[in-house]
């Protein structure tokens, strides 16, 4: 399967833990999304990058959270010290574009994140 | 800014009949317009894109939208619904001219009834 890939697919953590996600984007894609989804809303943004920069962030991404993509090809997202709010699925999207280009995203699965 | 809204939380349409999927957006500048379907415990997957040209855009599983500039809409349509169209569908949108982030309305879920 060449699509996006996410991992792992669900993490339980307990209150205060830092926990870590990882994104495979597809192999040619330069550009790399996470965004975050709650029950019973749309996926939100949460940062974005071209290749290894990271070049937009959300004020919903809180210093709590780091986001890398070294070499412009996988990405983690680290949440430090979670809290109960953070209790989301965490998408990750990658598109092909150059410029302001129109590429749609592609998306994987999703992390699951439950903080009890 | 930019802004999605989907007025409908809930649709619902028996099998053979007709769908409409409501979309209004709210942009500064031309649109880039996207419509995303989502099953159950899987990702986002993408059906079709307004950017420019023919309002009539088509897309994939016999789903169509149409670009109303006037009335800032983008309503999804597909002529006969089937029973495998029940999922989550959402609208997104960017503004041309910039390589941002899609923003996505809270979403519809369609229920096509056998």
């Known amino acids: 399967d060449t699509g996006v890939s996410q991992n792992p697919r669900h993490k339980i953590t307990k209150r205060g833990q830092n926990v870590t996600f990882r994104c495979d984007p597809i192999s040619e894609h330069n550009r790399l999304y996470w965004y975050r989804q709650t029950l019973g809303q749309g996926p939100e943004f949460l940062t974005y990058f071209q290749n290894e920069a990271q070049l937009e962030k959300s004020r919903l991404l809180s210093d709590r959270f780091s986001a890398e993509r070294p070499k412009g090809s996988f990405s983690t997202l680290e949440i430090q010290r979670t809290e109960q709010g953070d209790s989301a699925m965490y998408l990750c999207?990658?598109?092909?574009?150059?410029?302001?280009?129109?590429?749609?995203?592609?998306f994987g699965e999703g992390s699951r994140l439950t903080v009890l | 800014a930019q802004s999605v809204a989907q007025p409908e939380d809930q649709v619902n349409v028996a099998e053979g009949n007709p769908l409409t999927v409501k979309c209004t957006y709210s942009?500064?500048?031309?649109?880039?317009l996207f419509w995303y379907v989502q099953y159950p415990n899987r990702g986002l997957q993408f059906l079709l894109k307004y950017i420019t040209g023919d309002n009539l855009v088509k897309g994939s599983y016999g789903f169509e939208a149409e670009f109303n500039k006037s009335q800032t809409s983008f309503h999804l349509k597909k002529p006969s619904a089937l029973v495998s169209d029940s999922a989550l569908y959402f609208c997104a949108v960017r503004v041309s001219g910039s390589a941002r982030q899609l923003t996505f309305g809270s979403g519809t879920q369609l229920t096509v009834l056998p």
């Open positions: 942009v500064s500048g031309n649109p880039y």
């Open positions: 999207a990658s598109s092909l574009g150059q410029g302001s280009s129109s590429g749609e995203l592609f």
